[in-house]
C-alpha cells in the first residue's frame, strides 16, 4: 500500500491594517519572516507499527521592529484537507509539535480557523527562528494515493 503526502507553504504577513498597504508611513511596523523548507511530506508507513508519521523539521524565522509594545501572533490554516483525487484525509489528523516553548506552541491543523503556532508581546529586535514538526496520524482507513495540500502561515501585528 503506497500513500504519500505532500504539503507546500505559502507565507504571509499583515502590518497594521490596511493603511500601511495603501501608504507607507515613517517609523511604520517591519515584519520579516520566512518558513523553510518550502514543502514537506510523510513518508508512507505501516500504521501497525507507525501511528504517527513525522515530516522534516521546518525552521520559522521572524523579526519584528516598532511594535508598539503590540502583541504578534504567527498562524497555520490549510486551505483544504490532504486530497488525492476524490480521496481526502480530514486535515485534523495533522498536528505539530513546536519549540523553543514559549513563543511556539504544538497545535492541530484546521481548515476553518488559523490555528496559533507562536505569540508574543512587543519587538522582536534580532531575527530569531523556531522549529515545528508536523505529524500524521497513521491509518489503514486511508485510500492508496497521492496527497496534497497547502498550508498558509501568516504573522500579523496586530
Known amino acids: 500500500m503506497h500513500r504519500f503526502m505532500s504539503i507546500r507553504f ?6 497594521a491594517g490596511m493603511a500601511l498597504l495603501i501608504a507607507p508611513v515613517a517609523n511604520a511596523q517591519s515584519i520579516t519572516f520566512s518558513v523553510s523548507p518550502s514543502s514537506i511530506s510523510f513518508a508512507d ?11 522534516a523539521n521546518l525552521t520559522v524565522s521572524y523579526l519584528l521592529t516598532k511594535s508598539g509594545g ?3 501572533r ?11 483525487g476524490a480521496a481526502s484525509i480530514p486535515i485534523s489528523n495533522v498536528t505539530w509539535t513546536a ?3 514559549p ?6 491543523m484546521s481548515t476553518t480557523v488559523g490555528q496559533t503556532v507562536a505569540s508574543g508581546v512587543g519587538d522582536v529586535k534580532s531575527t530569531l527562528t ?13 485510500n492508496v494515493g497521492t496527497y496534497s495540500a ?3 502561515f501568516t504573522m500579523s501585528c496586530p
Open 10 to 15: 505559502i507565507v504571509a504577513w499583515v502590518v
Open 45 to 55: 508507513a505501516d500504521p501497525d507499527t507507525t501511528p504517527s508519521i513525522t515530516a
Open 70 to 72: 503590540a502583541n504578534w
Open 74 to 84: 504567527i498562524t497555520v490554516i490549510s486551505g483544504t484537507n490532504l486530497t488525492s
Open 99 to 101: 519549540t523553543p516553548v
Open 103 to 108: 513563543p511556539f506552541q504544538a497545535g492541530t
Open 130 to 142: 523556531g522549529t515545528v514538526v508536523f505529524h500524521l496520524a497513521n491509518s489503514w482507513s486511508y
Open 150 to 152: 497547502t498550508f498558509t
